[in-house]
């Protein structure tokens, strides 16, 4: 008897401790998953590479959102991805998505920003805050952006962090984000 309690109250303490893992794992407050479903997290992306890529064939600043250009902003989706995201009390909405640099050659940035949400996933008052420099090892994008993300929620910016070149490429002297086309611009 004593032999079958604890057989079963071992099975039961291996499947606790089994779901309370897998459910801590689900709700990480830093990733995309514990906030949206899959369908939800590609819209969103999709949305936030209409912000952050390069205009599709033919658009322009002002068109870039119209329907006729989705199809190629969500095929670039293999592209993108969600490091870490955060919904804030006050429902900011922080991100920090690794994307490919514009001049290819396999190298990536880590971009980290923040947005109220819209109607059907669109980003509203986004923001770009900063961008790493470009690398090949996603890794080390991973970490800096890691640390630049959980700054930036902790503080609102990263303003404290500028200078440390080796995490944070843009804004500098030379570039800074323009807030009202949703653009980095020269200075």
Not at 169 to 174: G, L, R
């Amino acid at each position: 008897m004593k032999s079958q309690f604890s057989t079963s109250f071992f099975l039961f303490l291996v499947a606790f401790c089994g779901v309370s893992i897998w459910g801590c794992k689900n709700n990480n407050p830093y990733e995309v998953k514990s906030y949206f479903s899959d369908s939800e997290r590609d819209t969103l992306l999709a949305n936030i590479i209409t912000y952050t890529s390069q205009y599709a064939k033919g658009a322009s600043n002002s068109t870039r959102f119209e329907p006729r250009f989705r199809k190629e902003y969500v095929s670039r989706l293999p592209q993108y991805k969600f490091a870490n995201y955060f919904i804030a009390p006050d429902s900011t909405h922080y991100f920090f998505i690794i994307r490919p640099v514009g001049s290819g050659g396999g190298f990536q940035r880590g971009v980290g920003g923040k947005f109220k949400m819209g109607k059907n996933l669109m980003p509203t008052d986004y923001e770009e805050m900063w961008c790493t420099p470009h690398f090949k090892n996603e890794n080390v994008i991973y970490e800096r952006g890691g640390f630049l993300f959980k700054a930036m929620i902790k503080n609102g910016n990263v303003d404290k962090f500028l200078t440390m070149k080796l995490y944070v490429e843009w804004p500098d002297s030379t570039l800074v984000y323009d807030k009202k086309i949703h653009e980095w611009v020269a200075r």
